[in-house]
């Protein structure tokens, strides 16, 4: 038996990177397991691959979270992994790609868990944000990804109160990886003049110096949607390498 049998986990972004980690944890466990993406082709293949459903999702446009919510009547987990990183300092970067990251985000959040709490709060559940390294420790040119990330930490802290002042038995947690050798950190690199230097820069921050696996990131998300963590809720899981310390 898995330790997630009998529970429907919804995860966005599930096509590939993170979201494909989890979504094969997930189901490797023993959940019947959504993968949310707009990446149809991907999310298709990968939901064929481990017995999984496909949903297409835009997380910026309410109208769609509406859709690939609608078939189910019952969500025991959502994570909320779907996001992009832009390089760029405050000078850097225009509003139009500032806006763009906070869309995905941080709304594509706010948009998640409202879509989703009307199927969790008669059971319970787990909502998993996936926040960053980047959400505790600022960086000179990701000053967007740091706005962003930061407001899902607090988002998830204020939401964790809520849930449980309501007595919904709705756990709100935020995952904090540090650099996962992932597709995302490929598209980052490609934005860089100099992509060999910064990742050796991704490397540097991590005291045990190297990347994190996708693997890493999908056991912390298992926990969390297990009743195993049933008592954790408002929690930063920082899985970073010790970049953090």
Not at 21 to 27: D, G, S, T
Not at 59 to 82: G, H, K, Y
Not at 203 to 214: A, C, D, E, S
Request: a negative charge; one cysteine or more; aromatic letters at 6%.
């Amino acid at each position: 038996m898995g330790v997630l049998d009998g529970k429907l986990a919804f995860v966005t972004g599930g096509a590939s990177g993170l979201g494909e980690a989890m979504a094969r944890a997930y189901a490797a466990e023993g959940a019947e397991v959504v993968i949310a993406d707009i990446d149809a082709a991907g999310g298709e293949a990968l939901a064929a691959e481990i017995g999984a459903k496909f949903v297409l999702l835009d997380v910026t446009q309410e109208s769609s979270w509406a859709q690939a919510v609608a078939p189910f009547e019952r969500i025991d987990v959502l994570v909320n992994n779907a996001g992009i990183t832009t390089l760029g300092s405050v000078e850097d970067l225009t509003l139009a790609q500032f806006r763009h990251e906070l869309d995905i985000d941080v709304l594509g959040v706010f948009m998640g868990i409202q879509a989703a709490l009307p199927r969790m709060k008669a059971h319970g559940g787990s909502i998993i944000n996936m926040s960053s390294l980047s959400g505790v420790k600022a960086s000179a040119n990701l000053c967007a990804y740091n706005a962003a990330k930061a407001a899902v930490t607090l988002m998830t802290k204020s939401c964790a109160l809520h849930f449980a002042e309501k007595g919904y038995g709705i756990r709100c947690n935020s995952i904090h990886p540090g650099a996962i050798h992932t597709p995302i950190i490929d598209k980052v690199l490609a934005q860089s003049d100099n992509p060999d230097a910064l990742y050796r820069s991704f490397v540097n921050v991590h005291p045990v110096g190297r990347l994190g696996k996708p693997e890493e990131i999908a056991a912390i998300a298992v926990y969390l949607a297990s009743d195993a963590s049933a008592f954790a809720t408002g929690a930063e899981f920082r899985v970073d390498g010790g970049a953090s310390i």
